[in-house]
Each structure stands twice: as C-alpha cells, then as structure tokens.
C-alpha cells in the first residue's frame, strides 16, 4: 500500500514538473518573440509619401462628404456635380450665357413649371407637389469662411517669409509657381481656370489613392535626383553670389 501511494506521488510530481516546463518555455519563447518585434524596424515609418503626407488622402482632404465627392465614395454625386458644372462651362463658353442672364433664366423655367404642377393638381385631382424649404446652415458658412480664413493667413505668411529673404528655395518655388499660374491665365479666363481646377479635384485625387504606392516610389526618385540638380546649382552658382555683411540695427 505505501509503495503504490508513493508511486502514485512520483507520477503526480514527474506531471507537474512538466507543466511548468512547458509554461516557462512559453513564457520565454512569447519573451523573445515581443523582443524580437520591438528590434525589427517599422516598415510603415520608412515608406516615403507624397509632400510628407502621414495621414490617408481622405484625412487630407478634410474628411467628410466633401472628401467623399473628390474620391468617388458616391459615384452618383459625384457624376452629378462634375457634370453639371460641365455644363456650366459649356453654357458660357460655348453659348455666350453671362451668370446673371443664366441664373434669371433657370429660375424663370423652375418657377414655372411649378407654377403651372401646383395648379394642375386641382383639376386632376391629385396632390400637389411638396416643395421643400431651403436653408443655408450656418455652421457650414462659417466652417467654410474659417478654412477660407486659415489658408489666406498661411497664403500671407508664405508671402511675407519669402520676403525677408530668408529662404531661397521657397522664394524660387513662389516665383516659378505665380510664373506658371500667370502663363496658364494668358491661356484661358477665370472661369475655364476654375473648370480646370475643378476637374482637377475630381480626377487627381482618386488616381492618386488608387495608384498611391507607385506615384509615391516616383516621386520620392523625382525628389532625390532634383536634390542633386539643386546641390550641383548651389555650388556652382549660388554659393559664388557675393553676399553682403549684415548691418545690425541701431535703436
């Protein structure tokens, strides 16, 4: 009887033992493991983006429905806008339409047509139409004139650091970029610039998501090879411009 208890006993202890092997094996395995993932490099934080983006190009382009126009998220919208100002563009350039002689004329067609329904119904005996009322939110007004406001203040602190002379790779990208917007204005008036540019939001944006990770291996290549035009230029030119000492002011 006591050898089978201590039988018993010697098995019970060779079963715990091996218990807590297996669990200080896992323990240290899962230790190595985590050690192992916090030696590894984050591919995500080497991956070049565009202009240094960090957010998705939903988030840059201030989320919501209107980043859900510029991206498609509703092809139906999005058609349906594109191609209302397309005809827009077209009424004016094409037809010789003036805003104000467009707007009178879509209303006077609007208005009568109502007109005409809402009297129709009583005399075929059916419902008249429901026109809804429109209102204009104010946080929408004033959402926009703050991000209308925001971008004319870094637009006017742009222009007032190029020039103090402080940058000259800013004031040379300033300079080639109104050189470009005022040879684009020669080409066509206000109005196909704007068409233009609203084309622009509609189709760019949505390429760019879609074909992202290629666009933005090219333009990391783009941007080191005119790295090395720039530094080639610097040395040649800039740097054998004479400069003058800088005289302190005296108060």
């Not at 005409?116 to 004139?145: C, M, R």
Request: hydrophobic share 45%.
């Amino acid at each position: 009887m006591a050898e089978h208890e201590e039988g018993a006993g010697s098995v019970i202890e060779s079963v715990v033992e091996k218990i807590q092997e297996k669990l200080h094996h896992e323990d240290s395995s899962s230790s190595s493991d985590s050690d192992d993932d916090k030696k590894k490099p984050s591919v995500s934080s080497a991956v070049y983006r565009l202009f240094g983006r960090k957010q998705p190009v939903h988030n840059v382009l201030g989320g919501g429905k209107p980043a859900d126009i510029f991206l498609w998220r509703n092809k139906k919208i999005s058609a349906g806008m594109l191609g209302g100002v397309t005809v827009v563009w077209l009424l004016f350039e094409w037809l010789g339409y003036h805003l104000l002689t467009l707007v009178c004329h879509f209303l006077i067609l609007v208005l009568a047509i109502l007109f005409l329904w809402s009297n129709a119904t009583s005399f075929i005996n059916k419902a008249p139409p429901k026109i809804p009322e429109v209102h204009i939110p104010e946080d929408v007004v004033v959402n926009l004139a703050r991000g209308l406001r925001f971008e004319l203040n870094r637009a006017f602190a742009l222009l007032h650091e190029v020039a103090l002379g402080r940058d000259l790779k800013k004031f040379l990208g300033v300079i080639a970029g109104l050189w470009i917007l005022s040879v684009v204005g020669s080409w066509c008036n206000f109005l196909t610039l704007f068409y233009i540019a609203f084309v622009t939001l509609h189709t760019v944006p949505v390429l760019y998501e879609k074909y992202e990770d290629q666009i933005d291996s090219a333009a990391e290549k783009a941007g080191i090879e005119i790295k090395k035009q720039y530094a080639v230029f610097d040395a040649k030119v800039l740097s054998k411009i004479p400069k003058g000492p800088l005289k302190e002011k005296k108060f």
